[in-house]
């Protein structure tokens, strides 16, 4: 079926392509600003200045306090505004002191630093060799002029040696001067780790800047064994320091967000120009805490990004398109209609999630085909569900489904076989999809999708696909070329999707021709020729059962709006392939958004723009289903606020 394909490899479209949404490859990053950066220390010194400022403002938060633990960060995409104006980088001339005013994001966004709120503040920097180390010994050299007891790191025999003068000079305490990979008794490492240990004594503020975007793979084995205490202290919020990532968390894999090694989780990550893969696809992402975009003032790439997270105000205005409030003209087929086939005597619990999920989304009428029984539970609890096939708009199939039933699975092989094409057809979204149903392939339909390819049809980009990790693996399994050589299979399972979920989510849209959400904390959505898209899911509290069947219900509500909508457009253009497929990925994003936010106001989770949460407590998959209405209102708001 073709090779696999690649991450990088994607065309360049009129996508949106706002640096601080959007992540390119580190080769194409690095070219971009080759040109800009050469000869000059001027966008050196500017992120040590902005590192510097975050550094503050996370040691005015508490870091600095020894023995406590700091306030739990968010898990958050925040574009950090510029210290100048657009297109012009910072250009210091003189270090951070106690009334230099504080440019940035956040509390300390315009204030003045007092040296009573950080004079001894402990602050420890893990340095390794080129830019990412030179920019975290300028910052701490900027801390300690600022009042700061600050100590360095060095896990390189050749750090920057500007950047080193200078952070000595301003009072900073060097430890290690290189390390031999080959020799586990060395006494350079020993006094690294005591120093490490000394620090964690009383706690503070770490900035990571052992690697940047020019490494690969795993830290090397001394590298890690510096982190490893730092690790072993707990996770963030809940152990006595927070992390600065300068530019990502040194480890992650810059591209692709794969964890190879050991990683030291940041609370935040400063990182320069644009986002970075590892910042948007898990498990990487999950590493990253709040991540602040901060522009120098650098050339982004050309090319077209490899993945965007799109902002919850720009998933508001997507929602808001796709469900828009009804006017005096409107009824339920401009609202749209979901036509919903879920739920077995097996699984009949899972007709009414995802029922209640579509009528809460603002579905203007619900089609159930399913047995008997099952539709008497569904009226129980929704009663204006239409038990009877029909006109819709778009179709929900695979809820609760038992592919063991026969009957059941034979019900929505057919319907599902009606919305799929000839394999010789488009792969690629060019042709006719824009008459066709979109449909949300969901669960026990997913089995019954990969018996239906083997018979020589095809998905088309209308289709989503919405397979966990372990359902992802078996897709995988079932869809690989038979033909390929045992060594060149990638051998997928569980543990595979979980480690490399760009890649899985990426073959399996080649493999079928359809858009694929791949659910997880971090949920990614591939899509032919479009960057990988990658949401944050909500809190920990909505992994429990059903919870899948409300956001399926809700996908069929926002799709079959954005179809309604699309019935009504009467300009050509506004109707064509390239436009419907935006329009069905934006609005797969916002549909999972607002799953999110729901299960956030369901388990009273606290929610930053675009986090995960924390804390709460547990709930149920109907109260997810119950809070759509806040979330929406959330979303609403988000997206009347001006965003980056």
């Excluded at 919850?312 to 205005?317: E, K, M, R, Y």
């Excluded at 289709?463 to 990790?469: I, K, M």
């Excluded at 549909?591 to 675009?610: D, E």
Aim: hydrophobic share 45%; charged share 15%.
């Amino acid at each position: 079926m073709g090779r696999v394909s690649d991450l990088n490899d994607l065309p360049r479209s009129h996508d949106v392509t706002d640096p601080t949404t959007c992540a390119w490859p580190a080769r194409a990053i690095a070219s971009a600003e080759a040109p800009v950066t050469a000869g000059t220390d001027r966008y050196m010194r500017a992120a040590a200045h902005a590192v510097a400022r975050a550094a503050l403002r996370e040691l005015r938060q508490g870091a600095g306090t020894a023995g406590t633990a700091a306030v739990p960060a968010r898990s958050v995409l925040a574009p950090a505004s510029s210290t100048s104006p657009a297109g012009t980088a910072p250009t210091p001339s003189s270090p951070l002191s106690p009334t230099t005013p504080l440019g940035g994001t956040g509390g300390g966004a315009g204030a003045c630093a007092s040296p009573g709120w950080i004079s001894g503040a402990p602050v420890l920097l893990l340095v390794g060799g080129g830019h990412n180390g030179a920019d975290t010994l300028l910052a701490g050299g900027l801390l300690a002029r600022s009042g700061c007891a600050v100590s360095a790191v060095l896990a390189t025999e050749h750090p920057h040696p500007v950047a080193l003068e200078k952070a000595r000079s301003h009072g900073v305490t060097i430890h290690g001067a290189g390390y031999r990979s080959d020799d586990g008794t060395d006494q350079v490492l020993a006094e690294a780790v005591a120093a490490i240990e000394a620090f964690l004594v009383r706690g503070g503020l770490v900035l990571d800047g052992l690697t940047g975007i020019g490494a690969t793979g795993a830290l090397r084995p001394d590298t890690a064994a510096l982190i490893a205490p730092l690790i072993a202290a707990g996770q963030p919020g809940h152990r006595p320091l927070r992390v600065i990532a300068v530019d990502l968390p040194s480890g992650t894999g810059v591209d692709d967000g794969t964890v190879n090694g050991p990683v030291l989780a940041a609370d935040l990550t400063v990182t320069f120009t644009c986002l970075k893969g590892c910042q948007c696809l898990p498990p990487a992402r999950h590493l990253c805490g709040v991540v602040e975009v901060v522009p120098l003032g650098l050339p982004t790439p050309t090319s077209r990004p490899l993945a965007r997270h799109p902002a919850d105000g720009a998933l508001g205005d997507y929602l808001r398109r796709a469900l828009r409030e009804p006017g005096p003209d409107d009824h339920k087929y401009t609202r749209g209609v979901v036509g919903l086939w879920a739920g077995s005597e097996t699984y009949p619990g899972a007709a009414v999630l995802a029922a209640s999920g579509a009528v809460r989304a603002g579905a203007g009428m619900v089609r159930l085909t399913a047995p008997r029984r099952v539709e008497d539970l569904v009226l129980a609890a929704r009663p204006e569900v239409v038990p009877a096939a029909g006109r819709a708009q778009a179709l929900v199939l695979g809820p609760g489904i038992d592919p063991a039933d026969t009957t059941r699975a034979d019900e929505v092989r057919a319907i599902l076989s009606s919305t799929l094409t000839p394999s010789g057809g488009d792969r690629q979204g060019h042709t006719r999809i824009s008459t066709r149903i979109p449909t949300v392939v969901d669960a026990g339909a997913l089995s019954i999708l990969t018996e239906l390819l083997a018979d020589e049809l095809s998905c088309t980009p209308l289709h989503v696909l919405t397979p966990h990790a372990g359902e992802a693996a078996a897709l995988l399994i079932a869809l690989e070329d038979k033909g390929t050589a045992a060594q060149e299979t990638h051998r997928w399972n569980r543990e595979r999707v979980e480690a490399h979920p760009g890649l899985a989510a990426r073959e399996i849209c080649r493999l079928t021709g359809a858009t694929v959400l791949l659910k997880g904390a971090t949920t990614l959505i591939a899509a032919p020729q479009r960057p990988l898209v990658s949401v944050d899911s909500g809190p920990g509290w909505m992994a429990s059962a059903g919870s899948g069947d409300v956001l399926a219900g809700i996908l069929g509500a926002v799709l079959a709006g954005a179809a309604a909508r699309w019935e009504q457009e009467t300009a050509p253009a506004a109707s064509g392939p390239a436009s419907v497929m935006d329009a069905l990925v934006e609005s797969v994003a916002a549909g999972v958004r607002l799953h999110a936010l729901a299960g956030a106001y369901a388990a009273a989770s606290p929610q930053g723009a675009g986090g995960t949460g924390a804390g709460g407590h547990p709930i149920a998959a109907l109260d997810i289903a119950a809070a759509l209405g806040p979330a929406r209102l959330e979303l609403n708001r988000l997206q009347a606020v001006p965003h980056p």
